[in-house]
Structures are given as C-alpha cells and as structure tokens.
C-alpha cells in the first residue's frame, strides 16, 4: 500500500512540475501537506504500515537540513562578490587586454563558466547577459549567436564545483544521510573541467550551424537599447507645446520623435488623421522615441514624463534619479499584468516612464493600464539604490547597465579576501562546508561589502522552500521500498550492460526529467533511486550520485528546464526548437563523456 501511495505522490509532483500550472515552490509545498496529512491519518487506515512511511517530525526535517542553510550561505557569499563589483571588473578587464572578436566572446563565456563555479548561475547569467550583448554589437556579432552558449557555459561551470549550484550541495547532503562519505568542495571540478572544454569547443566548432542569426526582442540598436518606446509626457503652463498643432512630426526639429496621439480628460485624440489637435495645459503627449532622446526632449518643449507628477504624490522626488532598462523574461510574473498592477512605486520606488512594445507603437490603453507580454522592454527611473535593487527581482531582467556607484569598488579586495578564505577554509577540511559558508556572509555583512537587507533580499529563497519540501519526499522514498522497486527494474535493464549501463540509465534519465521540472526536484528524486540501483550492482554509489549531479544541472533542450535557459529567451529572440537544435547534441555529448569519464574519477 506505501508503494502504490508514494507513486501516486511522485506521479503527482511530476506532473504539476512539468504542466507548469504552479509555481515549483507552490508544487513543493502541496507535496508536503500530502505528506503530513498521510503521516497523521495512515496510522488510523486498516493495513497502512507506518514502518514504511516517515513521520510527521520527517516531514519538517527539511526546514532544519544542513543543505538549507549552505544554499542560503552560497546565495549571500556571491551577492558579496556582485555588490562589490568583482565579476564585472573582471569582465571589463577582458575587453580592455583582448581586441579580436572570438577571443573576446570566447574568454567572456570562459570568465561565466569560472564564475558559475563560485557563485549562483542566474547572477552569472545577469552580470554578463548585458556585456556579452554589447560585445556582439561591437564585432558585429547577433545575440542569438551568444547567448544560449552563455546560458549553457554557466550551467557546466556551476557544477564544477559544490557550491556552484544548490543541485550539488542537496545531492551531498542527501550522500551523507545515506551515510556516504561527504563530497569536498573541488571534488566535482575533474570532470566539470572537461565538460566546460567540451561545450565552448562544441558552440567554437558548431555554434554557426547550430545558433540562428536573429536579433533579440530586449536589442534593437546600439548598447543593447530598444530603438524606440512609447511614453507619455505632461504639458505643463509654461510648456513651448501650447497653441501648437500635434502634427506627428511636431517634436523634430528637436529631437528624432514622433507624437503618436494626445490624451485629454480621458479621451484619445488621434494625429495624422485631418485636424491634429492643438495642445493645451494638462494635455498627456503620447510620443515614441528613444531612450537616449527621452530627457532632452522634454528639457527643450518644457514637458514633464508622468513618473515626476507620481513621485510628487508619494512624498519629495528624489533629487538624483537614474535609468534603467528591463525586459520581461518568458517566465516573469509581470505577464498579462499591467504596468500599475506591478506597482514599483510601491515595491521598488522606481517608475515606469516608457514601455517598448514590438508591433504595438500606440495602444488604445493608457501606458498604465498597457497589459505585459514576454519581451516587453520597460524604461523606469528611480534612484541609484532603487535601480540597484531591481537586478534582484526575478519579475525582471535587467538590460542597462545601472549606475556604477551602487557598487563598492573600494570593499573588491576585502570581498575577494573573504571569498577566498571561505574557500580555502572548505577546501582544506579545517570546517565543514556550512561553517565556512556562514562565516563568509557574515564577514560579507559585518566588513560593509554588503548589507544585511542586501544579503536577505540575495537568498533565493523559494529554492530554499523547494529543498525543504521536497527532501522529505526523497527520504520517503528511500524507506518506503520506492527506490529499491525502480532499482530493481533499471538494474535488470541495465544488468548485461555491467555498470556502465546503469549509469548511462541513470544519467539519461535524471537529464530527460531535468529538462521540465525544477533541477532539484529531479534530484531528490533519483539520488536514492540511484544509491539503491548502486547496491543492488554491487558497486559504489558515489559514480551514480555524480551522474545525477551533472544530469540535473545542465539542462539544455528546453528554455524551462533551467532559469538560466529563459533569462537568454526573449534578449536572444530564441524560439523553443532553438534550443532543441543547439542543447540536444550536447546533452548526448555530455551523458558519452561522463559515463566514460566518471569511473576514471570516482570507481566503481
């Protein structure tokens, strides 16, 4: 009966993983309940077997697993890196000593691999999806043709080493209850090496068969700006548009901009089209324009973006505003919302002055009440701490670069420092891994690399609230006979292929899982399918623990399998089979060069 129930369980989360009709954390959490609510009625249902199921404190054991708190101390520790400006130092470093093209774009995806392999792959992603976009608008070179390869560089780079990615650190905590021995920090970097040699010599060899020539939603022009956005723009009492007719080429003898349309008291007056409307005080100009020639427009004609009259009304304007460009990722919650529902005043005290919307220069909506779609570009000013903020708002995807003196370049030698000691610390065995993981975040915070609401708002925590309810799930099936049912039957399949064919077996099927549930479900999931899978062969189940570390973390055939996948979908213009053409041949590359590779590493 446990075993049928587990099933059904498993085949649930599966399912509402992959359908994506909730968010994974949402998924996570309903397995949980499932699993305290059994653990409370099974013992009063006739032929349940309570020896077979875990108990309710199992249930929470996860909120108090060790990997919780590593995660969380990862998270932290590469924030530190980020608000110091490390990565990108290093990356302007680059540009500066490197002149051709492919050694600039190929160091570039070489420096995202190596950073993946100290901190989260989706900060990797962020920090070097703008500077490899404006390295390929210096050479000539389309998005499309960059940055999937940086998508995957970061994916392999992560598992190089244990606190490259979350996958890896759950992986060894769950080794260690199985009372394996525990997995060193660079234990995963022999074979993450050779897989990060292979990917940037595949998309080096490959990448112009594989990769489109297409130009990204999020880049139309010059340093990775949309080439126009619509905004709205008060005509004040002293404005030089009154008693002017709104002709659409009214605004340039100024600046290159167009008047789209003109709001009064709620109504739309059209252009264009007979008698243009004369302006008046009070008037809202709809106009396209760029981003560049938004602010000098209005300084000439003596017109206000509406975002100043919304500061007003929330207390004094800021004095030093900035600005900032973000797109909506195909994942994003914006989508189908519309601009005040997001409400960054409220949230980030940023405001949306423009929105660039492709084939849609001038809705019948006000810009306000303008519905999201996936690749929308939003032009907001706020402050330079508010912008700052927003790179940690996964609602958002980060375009422009935001103003240099939100950095602490003065605390990147203390960061470095501390980074290094905490390595070091982890390396040598001196302290277990979360010892060293925690004292470098508080050494983050306590030295001024970053604040402690820095540090709080870098923890990912709905990765947090997966890991904790879904450990759970993984204990579960370990005691429940689940894991040495499907053991029995991949062993079998397995059997006149010896242990190569396991692992072949197992790697294939944590990479097919991997590629529509979250990565650290499809872990806990198959870490005792293949610790049991292990021992039925005989044979050590570290080698098959590895195999689901590396098959988890590199998802490359879908743009949902990983984040880092959809943070590169619509900057790239990428469509699904894209990703397909390009991430397929990989992973088949990736599962022959591990099952060959693992034994030399770890033996059977």
């Known amino acids: 009966m446990a075993i049928i129930l587990v099933l059904s369980i498993v085949a649930l989360a599966v399912y509402l993983f992959i359908s994506e009709r909730l968010h994974a954390s949402v998924v996570a959490m309903i397995v949980l309940c499932i699993l305290m609510l059994t653990s409370l009625v099974g013992p009063f249902v006739p032929g349940f077997d309570q020896g077979h199921w875990i108990s309710l404190a199992d249930c929470t054991a996860g909120f108090s697993n060790a990997a919780m708190l590593s995660v969380a101390g990862m998270f932290i520790l590469s924030a530190g890196l980020q608000r110091t400006g490390v990565i990108s130092s290093m990356a302007s470093l680059l540009h500066r000593k490197l002149r051709h093209p492919s050694l600039v774009i190929g160091a570039t995806l070489a420096l995202a691999a190596l950073s993946s392999a100290f901190i989260n792959n989706t900060a990797a992603v962020a920090v070097f999806l703008p500077i490899l976009i404006a390295s390929g608008l210096r050479y000539g070179v389309a998005p499309s043709r960059l940055l999937i390869p940086l998508s995957y560089a970061a994916q392999v780079g992560g598992v190089c080493t244990l606190i490259g990615t979350s996958t890896n650190l759950l992986v060894a905590s769950i080794a ?281 708002e870098s923890v990912d925590w709905r990765v947090l609230l997966l890991l904790a309810c879904m450990i759970p799930l993984g204990r579960l099936i370990e005691i429940s006979g689940v894991s040495t049912l499907l053991a029995t039957h991949a062993t079998d399949l397995a059997r006149p292929l010896g242990a190569y064919g396991a692992l072949a077996i197992i790697y294939l099927v944590t990479a097919v899982l991997t590629e529509f549930m979250s990565n650290n479900a499809a872990a806990v999931l198959l870490s005792p399918v293949a610790i049991a899978m292990a021992k039925s062969l005989g044979i050590d189940p570290m080698p098959m623990l590895i195999a689901v570390c590396f098959a988890a973390s590199t998802s490359f055939c879908t743009p949902v399998g990983y984040q880092t996948n959809a943070m590169v979908q619509n900057p790239g213009g990428y469509h699904f089979s894209d990703y397909m053409r390009a991430g397929l041949p990989l992973n088949i590359l990736f599962l022959i060069v591990s099952v060959l590779c693992i034994p030399l590493f770890w033996a059977f």
């Open 176 to 456: 260690e209850q199985a009372g394996l021995r525990a997995l060193g920090i660079f234990e995963f970097a022999p074979l993450g090496l050779i897989l990060t040699g292979v990917a940037l010599a595949y998309f080096l060899l490959l990448g112009r068969w594989l990769l489109p020539e297409r130009e990204g939603s999020g880049q139309a022009a010059k340093e990775y700006q949309v080439s126009s956005y619509r905004s709205e723009l008060r005509v004040g009492e002293d404005s030089l548009l009154i008693g002017r007719a709104c002709t659409p080429e009214l605004l340039q003898a100024s600046r290159p901009a167009r008047v789209l349309a003109v709001r009064r008291r709620g109504e739309l007056l059209p252009v264009g089209q007979g008698e243009d409307p004369v302006a008046k005080a009070g008037d809202v100009v709809v106009v396209d324009c760029a981003a560049a020639d938004l602010i000098p427009l209005c300084r000439h004609w003596k017109l206000k973006i509406e975002a100043e009259h919304k500061f007003g009304a929330h207390g004094q304007a800021p004095t030093e505003l900035g600005v900032a460009e973000l797109t909506v990722p195909a994942s994003s919650d914006a989508i189908g919302r519309t601009v005040a529902e997001l409400d960054l005043l409220g949230q980030h005290r940023c405001i949306v002055v423009a929105l660039h919307q492709a084939a849609a220069p001038l809705a019948q909506n006000r810009l306000a009440k303008t519905p999201l779609r996936s690749g929308d570009v939003l032009l907001v000013t706020g402050t330079q701490r508010a912008l700052e903020r927003l790179r940690d708002d996964r609602t958002f995807l980060v375009l422009d670069k935001v103003s240099e003196p939100a950095l602490r370049h003065h605390k990147r030698p203390l960061a470095v420092a501390i980074f290094a000691f905490s390595i070091l610390l982890a390396a040598t065995n001196v302290v277990p891994i979360l010892f060293s993981l925690l004292l470098g975040a508080i050494l983050m915070v306590a030295t001024g690399c970053m604040t402690i609401e820095e540090g709080l």
